[in-house]
C-alpha cells in the first residue's frame, strides 16, 4: 500500500518549493497566494481557482489506471457554468440537412458506448518548457492527464441523424462559459476534422463522444456538466466542455481556441498564428510520477512508476518504455502494466539499481510503428506538446 497521504504532503512540499523558487518570477503566472489546495478538490493542486486550474501530485496521477474523478485535472478558461438540466437543449446546425435541438431526454435515446480514453492538456509539462525559456500560461507540471470512462451519445450518430450536406468537411463545438482574452469576451470553442468523427468504427473505441458520465457517475460541474465532447487522441482543448452548439461547416472554427490559440508558433505574431495550423493530436509522451523530483534515495533497489501516452493514431500503441539512471548511457526495459491500446494512457513500472551516484531518472517510451520520444523538444511560445524524456531530479 501506497501511503497516499504522506505522499501527497511531501509533493505538495516539493509544489511549493518548486513554485516559490522558480515560476513566481514569470510574467502571467498566477500569483502564490493561489497554491493551495482548496477544500472541494482535495486531492487537486490548484494552480488558480477562476478559472479553475488544477492537477493531481504525481504519485497520485498513477495510483490507478481509471483516474478517479477527485483526482483528474481540471482546466477552464473561464467560468464553471452551472447548467439547468431540465431546460438545457444543445443545438446541431450549419451543413446539415435537418437542424436538431435536443433535450437531455433526447440525447439519451441514442446508442450510449462507453469508452476509456485519456485526456490530455496542451500545455502538459510546460513548466518544463518554461525552463528552457519562461512560458506564459498555467505552468502545468506532468499532471494534466487522466484516464476516464465516458459514455454518452457518439458524435457520428448525432451527425447521421441531422444527415450531413456534401460540404461538411468540419465539426465546430461551443460551449456555455464565457472566456475574457484581449478585452473582449466570447464562448470557449473547438473544432475537428469531421473525418476524425468517421475514422473510428461506430462505438468503437476512438469513437468521437457527447459524454454525459465521467466513471459511471454524471459529469461534475468542473468537467462539464451537463454534455461535452469527447476526443479519443486529441489535445483536450478540443473535448469542449458544457456543450451548448455543434455547427457543421466547410472550414475549421474561426472561434479564437481553434484559430488564434493552440498552435505551435516561435514567438506569437500574428503572421504566425495566421501561418499555422490549429493543433489536433496530442504527441507521444511519457513521465515518472514515482519517485518524484528531489526524493532522496538510498542505494539499493527502487520502484520507479509512471503513464506512458500513445499518439493518437489508429492502430498505434506504445510497446516499449525504458527507464536510465544513469544519463542515457544504458536503459531498463519497464513493465507495462495495463493492456496496450490506442487512445489510453499506458501505466508502466521499472525496478532501478541506484547507487549514491544516480542524480536523475530518465523514461522515454516507443509506439509500435517504432517511432522514439524525442530527447529534447522545440521551445514554442506557447508552451504545448513537451515530449521529451522525462528528467527527474533525485538525490
Ligand atoms: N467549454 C470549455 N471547454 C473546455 C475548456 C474550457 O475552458 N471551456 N478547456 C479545455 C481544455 S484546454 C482542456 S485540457 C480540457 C480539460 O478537461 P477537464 O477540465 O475535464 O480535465 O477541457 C477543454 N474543454
Ligand atoms: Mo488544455
Not at 462507453?114 to 490530455?120: K, S
Not at 507495462?336 to 499506458?346: G, H, K, P, S, V
Request: aromatic fraction near 8%.
Amino acid at each position: 500500500m501506497i501511503d497516499t497521504s504522506a505522499a501527497s504532503l511531501i509533493d505538495r512540499r516539493f509544489f511549493l518549493r518548486q513554485f516559490s523558487a522558480g515560476a513566481i518570477g514569470l510574467i502571467g503566472v498566477s500569483s502564490h497566494r493561489s497554491f493551495a489546495l482548496a477544500a472541494d478538490e482535495s486531492r487537486l493542486f490548484v494552480h488558480s481557482k477562476a478559472p479553475m486550474n488544477a492537477e493531481p501530485t504525481p504519485p497520485d496521477l498513477v495510483r490507478s489506471w481509471v483516474t478517479p474523478v477527485d483526482s483528474f485535472f481540471i482546466r477552464s478558461h473561464g467560468n464553471t457554468p452551472q447548467v439547468d438540466a431540465d431546460s438545457f437543449r444543445l443545438s446541431v446546425e450549419g451543413l446539415v440537412e435537418t437542424p436538431l435541438t435536443l433535450s437531455l431526454a433526447e440525447l439519451g435515446k441514442f446508442p450510449q458506448p462507453e469508452i476509456v480514453a485519456t485526456l490530455t492538456c496542451a500545455g502538459n509539462r510546460r513548466s518544463e518548457h518554461s525552463r528552457i525559456k519562461p512560458v506564459k500560461g498555467v505552468q502545468w507540471r506532468e499532471g494534466a492527464i487522466g484516464n476516464a470512462k465516458w459514455r454518452g451519445a457518439s458524435l457520428s450518430d448525432v451527425l447521421k441523424k441531422a444527415g450531413l450536406r456534401e460540404s461538411a468537411k468540419h465539426v465546430w463545438f461551443e460551449g456555455l462559459d464565457t472566456v475574457e482574452d484581449g478585452g473582449k469576451t466570447f464562448a470557449f470553442g473547438g473544432s475537428i476534422p469531421l473525418e476524425k468523427v468517421f475514422q473510428a468504427k461506430d462505438n468503437s473505441p476512438g469513437s468521437v463522444l457527447l459524454a454525459t458520465s465521467m466513471n459511471d457517475q454524471p459529469l461534475t460541474a468542473d468537467h462539464g456538466f451537463p454534455v461535452r465532447m469527447v476526443v479519443p487522441g486529441y489535445i483536450g482543448a478540443r473535448s469542449v466542455k458544457w456543450l451548448n452548439k455543434i455547427v457543421v461547416s466547410d472550414r475549421p472554427s474561426p472561434n479564437h481556441f481553434v484559430a488564434d490559440v493552440y498552435k505551435l508558433v516561435d514567438q506569437g505574431t500574428l503572421l504566425e498564428v495566421a501561418e499555422n495550423a490549429p493543433i489536433y493530436r496530442m504527441p507521444l509522451n511519457s513521465a515518472i510520477c514515482t519517485p518524484t523530483a528531489g526524493t532522496t534515495l538510498q542505494p539499493g533497489r527502487i520502484e520507479v512508476l509512471g503513464y506512458a501516452l500513445p499518439p493518437g493514431v489508429p492502430g498505434v500503441t506504445i510497446s516499449l518504455v525504458e527507464v536510465s539512471s544513469d544519463r542515457g548511457q544504458t536503459w531498463v526495459k519497464a513493465k507495462l502494466t495495463a493492456n496496450a491500446l490506442e487512445y489510453c494512457w499506458q501505466l508502466w513500472s521499472a525496478e532501478i539499481a541506484t547507487t549514491f551516484a544516480t542524480k536523475e531518472l530518465i523514461v522515454r517510451a516507443t509506439d509500435s510503428r517504432g517511432e522514439v520520444q524525442p530527447e529534447t523538444v522545440r521551445w514554442n511560445a506557447k508552451g504545448y506538446l513537451f515530449n521529451a524524456w522525462h528528467h527527474v531530479p533525485v538525490n
